[in-house]
Structure formats: C-alpha cells, structure tokens
C-alpha cells in the first residue's frame, strides 16, 4: 500500500509540475491596435508592424505574442465602437495606434481626443495597460487644427499615466524611400525602420507590465 501511495504522490507531483510549467511557458499577450499603419496596408502580414515588433522583441529573449488589430481606414470612432471585441480576454497590453485618418478627414480634434479617452478608460477598467501611440496633424490642415489635434497625445499619457509614443512614423514620413508608391504608407523597410526606433518604447512597456503583476 504503501509503495502504490508513494507512487500515486509522485504522479500528482508530475502532473502539477507539468500544469505549472505549462502555466508559465505561456507568451505575453499583446494587442497592437489602430489603423492601416498597424495593419500593413499593402504588406504580407509577416511585414505588417506587430509581426516585426513581434521578432525583434522574441530576438531580445521576450516569450510574447503580439495580435494585429489593424483595421485599414479606422478612426478613432470606429476604434472606440470595436475595441470591446477586438481586444480579447488574456490580454496584458494594447498598443493604441489611432488618429492619422481623423486627421487626414478633419475631424474635429475634440472629438479624435474623446475617443481617446473613452479607448484608454474601457482597457484601464479591464486592467489592460496602454502604450499611446502619437500623430501629428498633416500640414496641409493647417496651423490652427495642428494646435488642437497635436497635443492630444502628450495630454492623455499625462492625464492617465500611460506609455507614450511621440509620433508612430518618426523616420519614415519624409523618407520616400522608406514609403510605398501611395506616399503615405511605409513598406517593409519602412515597418523595421519604425521598429527599431519603437523597440525601447516596447521593452519599457513590457517592464511595466511585469510590474504590474508582482
């Protein structure tokens, strides 16, 4: 009796090591949502901006999948109705990436910025932290609407204590090589030269989520 008890102690053993293990093998998940600069407009998905953030956060040692939540033409309205189901439950990051098309359409920017907020209240009530993604007005909309639009970015990560992002194409906006032939949207090189400069933003973000956690 004896040996068939020790026996079955240690297959409970084995099996809850295995669960542990299991458990803590599983990859951090993040959402990278936005528009079709998030989605890789015209690009194969693999060259899309969460795949490449995706690799190079994997060749720094981080266990981690990043979804594309992209959606070619959103608005921050559009955002805002969807990211209740475009954000599933496990998910311990968003990457918010909205505003280009607001700004390419004229919205008004009072309304971009109460998208926003509502985008960043709905993740913080679900405990899901943000990393902002900044956008700067296009020139030709103006002086005035660049000084109502440009801030919003630097205010809401003050406001709500989020990670933020200065501008998603710093580098790439007046690079034509850098852009496909639309002059608006980055190619493959495009993608990895935003990575590169976005990659500490992301490792920083990935330490707040860990401390998040403990």
Same mark, same amino acid.
């Given at each position: 009796?004896?040996?068939?008890?020790?026996?079955?102690?240690?297959?409970?053993?084995?099996?809850?090591?295995?669960?542990?293990?299991?458990?803590?093998?599983?990859?951090?998940?993040?959402?990278?949502?936005?528009?079709?600069?998030?989605?890789?407009?015209?690009?194969?998905?693999?060259?899309?901006?969460?795949?490449?953030?995706?690799?190079?956060?994997?060749?720094?040692?981080?266990?981690?999948?990043?979804?594309?939540?992209?959606? !070619?033409?959103?608005?921050?309205? %559009?955002?805002?109705?969807?990211?209740?189901?475009? =954000?599933? #439950?496990?998910?311990?990051?968003? /990457?918010?990436?909205?505003?280009?098309?607001?700004?390419?359409?004229?919205?008004?920017?009072?309304?971009?910025?109460?998208?926003?907020?509502?985008?960043?209240?709905?993740?913080?009530?679900?405990?899901?932290?943000?990393?902002?993604?900044?956008?700067?007005?296009?020139?030709?909309?103006?002086?005035?609407?660049?000084?109502?639009?440009?801030?919003?970015?630097?205010?809401? !990560?003050?406001?709500?204590?989020? %990670?933020?992002?200065?501008?998603?194409?710093?580098? =790439?906006? #007046?690079?034509?090589?850098?852009? /496909?032939?639309?002059?608006?949207?980055?190619?493959?090189?495009?993608?990895?030269?935003?990575?590169?400069?976005?990659?500490?933003?992301?490792?920083?973000?990935?330490?707040?989520?860990?401390?998040?956690?403990?």
């Amino acid at each position: 009796m004896f040996i068939k008890g020790f026996a079955a102690f240690l297959l409970t053993l084995a099996i809850g090591f295995t669960v542990t293990t299991t458990a803590r093998a599983e990859p951090l998940q993040l959402v990278g949502f936005g528009d079709s600069l998030m989605a890789g407009y015209q690009l194969p998905p693999e060259d899309a901006f969460p795949a490449r953030l995706e690799k190079a956060l994997k060749a720094k040692g981080h266990d981690i999948v990043i979804s594309n939540a992209g959606v !070619s033409g959103d608005t921050t309205s %559009g955002g805002l109705a969807r990211i209740d189901w475009s =954000v599933p #439950e496990g998910t311990k990051g968003v /990457i918010l990436e909205l505003g280009a098309n607001d700004a390419l359409r004229g919205i008004p920017p009072e309304e971009s910025r109460k998208n926003l907020i509502a985008m960043i209240e709905k993740l913080k009530s679900r405990n899901i932290p943000v990393l902002l993604v900044g956008m700067l007005a296009p020139p030709n909309m103006g002086d005035d609407y660049a000084a109502r639009f440009n801030p919003i970015y630097p205010e809401l !990560s003050q406001t709500y204590s989020v %990670g933020l992002y200065p501008f998603f194409l710093d580098g =790439v906006i #007046e690079n034509p090589a850098l852009k /496909i032939e639309d002059g608006m949207h980055p190619n493959a090189d495009g993608v990895q030269a935003m990575v590169d400069k976005f990659l500490p933003y992301a490792e920083r973000f990935l330490e707040e989520i860990a401390e998040k956690k403990t």
